[in-house]
């Protein structure tokens, strides 16, 4: 069911036929990232040693100034790193994979050999050092049953489920959601979640959404291992290739020219900017716009986070 929401096909056609031309020439957002600590704010071209973005090739050059032919594309990709604490992502991440475990069921086997993992841990003195962070919460690779994705698949080494809600929501679940949704200019019920978890073999290939299953706007939470996630341009973008560092907590939203024109890929390790990003177990959970879903009137919402949808 869930290989629906993906394609291999270019989009140009669409793009063309589009209905979401409207919000395309909004031109509200940007290809930057917003730093919600430092309140800082990274172009694609900016060449500061801490921007999370790495451009692969580009036709043309970036001059620093403005330019069409530079640009496009540019309002439609927005980063926002660290956006969840650490305390968030654990929540979200426990919620997540007992989501998971509630879909899929978890095989007598595992079950067993979660118990044992469990012991290991409570008697090993050195566990809360090594796992800092959100590493107690995953378990063990072969604590979970992968699916290898089959031959047209592009995901291999995961596990997926939709998330229509959580087994329990509970305030500060719901606070978290609230925030993520006030990223986008949609609400809730307007919204299909899934997450999807990637072993550390894991990796998606490159591909566009599939048109039929969602709108204009793909939103991204990534929790656990750094990961690289690659935008190659197809048909009218072609030539065009950036990537992007995604660390735990880091969300990002691709709508229009990103959505449609550029396949998007999550390595399974890679170098970014000259360093090794050597991967891991990492869940993402992803929203998605339904086909016709109205943009929310924004002076009914209440300040639930940060607007970077202007
Ligand atoms: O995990 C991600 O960030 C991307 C997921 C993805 O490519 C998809 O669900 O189609």
């Known amino acids: 069911m869930w290989a629906s929401l993906r394609s291999r096909q270019c989009a140009a056609p669409v793009l063309r036929r589009s209905t979401h031309n409207a919000l395309l020439s909004r031109g509200a957002w940007r290809l930057y990232s917003v730093d919600t600590t430092k309140q800082a704010r990274y172009d694609l071209h900016c060449s500061i040693a801490s921007s999370p973005f790495e451009i692969l090739s580009w036709p043309t050059p970036f001059t620093g100034e403005s330019r069409p032919e530079t640009d496009r594309g540019k309002d439609d990709f927005t980063l926002v790193p660290a956006f969840l604490s650490l305390s968030e992502q654990r929540v979200l991440l426990k919620a997540s994979l007992e989501q998971l475990d509630k879909v899929h069921g978890v ?52 596990r997926e489920a939709p998330v229509t809600s959580f087994p329990s929501e509970e305030a500060t679940l719901c606070g978290i959601l609230d925030r993520l949704v006030s990223l986008t200019p949609y609400k809730r019920e307007h919204l299909i979640m899934h997450a999807l978890h990637l072993s550390e073999r894991g990796y998606i290939e490159g591909h566009v959404d599939n048109l039929e299953a969602s709108g204009n706007m793909i939103m991204g939470v990534s929790l656990g291992a750094e990961r690289i996630l690659k935008m190659t341009g197809v048909d009218e973008e072609k030539g065009r290739c950036f990537q992007c560092l995604l660390r735990s907590g880091d969300v990002y939203i691709t709508k229009g020219v990103m959505r449609y024109g550029y396949k998007h890929e999550i390595l399974q390790t890679g170098v970014f900017k000259g360093e090794p990003v050597e991967g891991g177990q990492r869940l993402s959970l992803m929203f998605r716009d339904v086909h016709g879903a109205p943009l929310k009137d924004r002076s009914e919402e209440g300040n639930t986070g940060m607007d970077i949808n202007k």
């Open 107 to 158: 095989h007598p086997r595992l079950r067993k050999r979660r118990k044992q993992v469990a012991e290991e841990r409570r008697f090993n003195t050195e566990f809360d050092k090594m796992y800092d962070g959100l590493w107690d919460i995953f378990l063990p690779e072969d604590c979970y049953s992968w699916e290898e994705g089959h031959f047209d698949s592009v995901i291999h080494h995961f």
